[in-house]
C-alpha cells in the first residue's frame, strides 16, 4: 500500500482487532479494509421479554430465568423447549443454524457455536496447536458444537438442513422465523432498512453466547472458570477487503488507478454510509460507532445502542477468536 | 450511493488529477450476496470513474463462489 493511500484513508480510524499485523505481510500492507466482521447473536426482544413464555418455560422446570440466553447450554435448553410452541400467532422457533456448506462459509456459522468451548482464555490458538500446526478440529470442543447443532435440528424449522447463510439471517430471522440467530452484522442493519424485515423495533443484539465450561486442550479437560461462563466472540472471516493484485505494479499510472479505487472504496466518509446503509459490510472504524450519527437516519437509539455494543464488544473482546484467514480454512 | 461517492470524491481529487487514469481499464472481481456488495460499488464509484477517466468491468460472484474463484486467480 503506497504511503499516499494510507493517508488518504486514515488506518488509525481502524477497530483495534483491524490494525497491523491484519492486512499486512512481513511489514508491508497489502489490504483496503472496507469491513469488520464478528458473528454477533441477534435475537428477538419480544419472544424473551414476553411474561406468559417465561411462565410457561418455568413451569416447564426451565434452567434459566427467562430472557435471552447468555450461554449455548442455554440456547440449546430454549430452542428444543421452543418446539411445538406458538408466539404472535406462528410457529415458535429458537436457535437458526446453518447447515449447508455455502461454499465453504457455513464454516463461520459453525465455528461461532464452538468458539465458546474451544478458544480458552489462556490459549491464544483455537484452530489448531500453534507449536506444531495440528489441528485441533476433531477435539472434544468442536465434537461438542457439531452435536449441539445436530441435537437441536428437530426443533428448528422444517427443511432447515437445507439451509444456508441467507437462509437464516434474510429469509428467516428478519421475515420473523426463529427468535435467535448468530450472523454478520448485516442483521443488524438491515431489521430497519430491508423492505423483507418484519422484526424493527423487536430485535436486539449482544456478544454471541459463552458457555459453563471450555475446553483446554493443553490439559484435555474441560474447565470452569472462577469468573463464570467463558465468552469468545468469533471475528468471523476477518472482513472484506480490496486487495490490489501485482499484476498492476509494472505499470505505474496503471497501478495508481488501481490503488485510487480501493482508497475511494476504502475512504473514512464513504465507509460510514456502508455500514449504516445495506451494503453487505459491517462497521470497522472507530469513527462509526457515533450512535447518535445512526440515529439520525432513523434507527431507533436503544436498537442501534444495542448492535454497536454488539459489535464493539465482540471485536473488543479479550477471548475473541481471531480467524488467521489461513489457506485451507473452510476446509475446518 | 451515486450522490454518496459523489460527495465523497475529495479525498481522491487530492491525489490525483483529473482525467489522470484516462484509457485505464481494471477488472473488479467481488461479492455479489443479496444484490450488495459489488452491486453497491458500482454507483459509489460511477463520479470516480468520471473525475478520474478510468473505466472498470466487474466480476460479480455468488456466496459460494467468490472464495473458490480468489484462490484460482491466486
Request: aromatic share 14%; charged share 20%; net charge negative.
Amino acid at each position: 500500500m503506497p504511503d499516499w493511500v494510507k493517508q488518504q484513508i486514515d488506518l488509525t480510524d481502524y477497530v483495534g482487532y483491524l490494525q497491523a499485523p491484519v492486512g499486512t505481510w512481513n511489514g508491508k500492507t497489502y489490504r483496503v479494509s472496507i469491513d469488520g466482521d464478528c458473528h454477533n447473536f441477534n435475537y428477538r426482544s419480544d419472544v424473551f421479554a414476553y411474561a406468559d413464555l417465561g411462565a410457561q418455560f418455568k413451569a416447564d422446570g426451565g434452567s434459566f430465568e427467562w430472557g435471552v440466553p447468555t450461554t449455548w447450554q442455554q440456547v440449546q435448553e430454549v430452542s428444543k423447549w421452543m418446539k411445538g410452541k406458538e408466539f404472535d400467532g406462528q410457529d415458535l422457533y429458537g436457535i437458526l443454524d446453518v447447515y449447508k456448506p455455502w461454499g465453504g462459509f457455513g464454516w463461520y456459522f459453525f465455528a461461532s457455536r464452538a468458539t465458546a468451548y474451544a478458544k480458552h482464555p489462556d490459549d491464544h490458538a483455537w484452530l489448531f496447536d500453534s507449536d506444531t500446526m495440528k489441528p485441533r478440529i476433531n477435539n472434544p470442543a468442536f465434537a461438542r458444537a457439531a452435536q449441539d447443532i445436530i441435537d437441536v435440528l428437530p426443533a428448528q424449522p422444517p427443511d432447515q438442513i437445507n439451509g444456508d447463510g441467507n437462509t437464516t439471517g434474510f429469509t428467516e430471522f428478519l421475515a420473523g422465523t426463529g427468535s435467535m440467530c448468530h450472523w454478520w452484522g448485516d442483521v443488524g442493519s438491515n431489521a430497519y432498512t430491508s423492505s423483507t424485515s418484519v422484526i424493527a423495533d423487536k430485535v436486539l443484539f449482544s456478544i454471541l453466547p459463552g458457555s459453563d465450561d471450555v475446553y483446554n486442550a493443553s490439559t484435555g479437560a474441560w474447565d470452569t472458570l472462577p469468573s463464570g461462563p467463558s465468552y469468545s466472540p468469533n471475528m468471523a472471516y476477518l472482513g472484506w477487503g480490496v486487495y490490489v493484485m501485482n499484476t498492476v505494479d509494472t505499470d505505474p499510472v496503471k497501478q495508481k488507478t488501481a490503488w485510487s479505487v480501493a482508497a475511494h472504496l476504502g475512504g473514512k466518509d464513504i465507509s460510514l454510509w456502508l455500514a449504516c446503509y445495506p451494503s453487505g459490510f459491517q462497521p470497522y472504524r472507530n469513527s462509526h460507532f457515533n450512535v447518535d450519527e445512526w440515529a439520525t437516519l432513523g434507527y431507533s437509539t436503544d436498537v442501534i445502542s444495542s448492535y454497536l455494543k454488539s459489535e464493539s464488544d465482540s471485536y473488543n473482546h479479550p477471548n475473541a477468536a481471531i480467524e488467521p484467514r489461513i489457506p485451507g480454512i473452510f476446509q475446518y | 450511493m451515486q450522490k454518496v461517492g459523489e460527495l465523497c470524491l475529495e479525498p481522491t481529487k487530492v491525489n490525483v488529477q483529473p482525467g489522470e487514469f484516462k484509457g485505464q481499464k481494471l477488472t473488479f472481481m467481488g461479492l455479489n450476496n443479496q444484490n450488495l456488495h459489488n452491486l453497491v460499488f458500482r454507483p459509489l464509484l460511477a463520479a470516480w470513474q468520471d473525475y478520474t477517466g478510468a473505466e472498470l468491468e466487474w466480476i460479480d460472484l455468488a456466496q459460494n463462489e467468490i472464495f473458490p474463484r480468489i484462490q484460482q486467480r491466486l
